[in-house]
């Protein structure tokens, strides 16, 4: 989370600049990569909480029955989203 957070904040810093210098194609420039970059990280850190949930949620200390109703909530969450 501190990442990407990290990674707006110097976008940020980056555009505002370069709006300050009136060169706006360099802003939009900035813009779009901060915004793939994002979906980039966003994407990733989505898979990756998708593959280790179970494992994640086990080392939590829920019991099991706990863990696949949470994975079963979480999964129809997501195909309602799709």
Known sequence: MSARTGLNTGARILISRLIGAKDTTGALHIAQQAFVVAAIYSSTMAAIG??????????????????????RTCASRLVQLL
């Open 50 to 71: 998708i593959i280790f949930a179970e494992v994640v949620l086990a080392f939590l200390g829920l019991q099991p029955d706990v863990v696949k109703e949470v994975l």
